[in-house]
């Protein structure tokens, strides 16, 4: 167990929605990296935040936004749901933003209808 | 674009025999190389680092390599067991340096 968990564990939602998926971070961390892992791929990075402020963002468009709070636990927004955002999501936390070492949680399983 | 290249055919192989997957990037030179474990429904799992100026790492039964002239890091599993069966990921850092960079992963199937 790393300590990073996530909720919903799963969650079901039609296309045009918008999803809310949440991630509290390992004690002691202060950094939260997002990633979207499509079934057979490795995961890809969607954005990272350091101290309440985005640190680095991949290749997704806008809708895909997020947030960090002063506990560092973390949120991320998916708005207009589209097929191709079904996938598990996870989340990961570090010490700092120059730690190279993450610590998954086990991710939410999201399927867009 | 930064490319990093596992191969995505499982790899089955005997208990007790050395597994040994590769990873290849291409049009980066990372500072680090990590690797990954991930079970079925779970979050990968941290393994190993080597950096740059590191040959060869190992930790337990795992060992892993770094060639930067040849850009591949080899991963080793020796004395296989059932429960290593997972797929696993190696991951590098990002030319930004605030992100790890996946490859797609090998499944590892070891039979009893």
């Known amino acids: 167990e790393t300590g990073v968990t996530q909720s919903p564990t799963h969650l079901i939602k039609t296309r045009g929605q918008q999803v809310t998926l949440r991630c509290s971070s390992q004690s002691g961390h202060n950094t939260v990296s997002w990633y979207q892992q499509a079934l057979g791929q490795g995961p890809q990075f969607i954005f990272q935040y350091y101290r309440e402020e985005e640190n680095g963002r991949g290749n997704f468009p806008p809708r895909f936004s997020g947030l960090q709070f002063p506990n560092y636990s973390s949120e991320l927004n998916v708005n207009a749901l589209e097929l191709d955002d079904s996938a598990l999501y996870l989340c990961?936390?570090?010490?700092?933003?120059?730690?190279?070492?993450?610590?998954f949680g086990s991710g939410t399983q999201l399927s867009v209808l | 674009s930064q490319k990093i290249e596992q191969n995505s055919e499982a790899l089955n192989i005997q208990e007790g025999k050395t597994a040994t997957l590769t990873c290849n990037y291409t049009n980066y030179s990372p500072a680090y190389l990590q690797w990954y474990r991930q079970d079925p429904g779970r979050g990968p799992v941290f393994l190993l680092l080597i950096r740059e100026n590191e040959k060869e790492k190992r930790k337990e039964r795992l060992k892993v390599t770094f060639d930067t002239t040849l850009k591949q890091s080899l991963f080793h599993i020796t004395a296989s067991q059932p429960a290593d069966s997972a797929t696993y990921l190696c991951a590098l850092e990002s030319a930004a340096g605030n992100k790890l960079t996946f490859g797609g992963g090998t499944r590892v199937l070891v039979k009893p």
């Open positions: 990961a936390s570090s010490k700092s933003d120059r730690d190279e070492k993450l610590f």
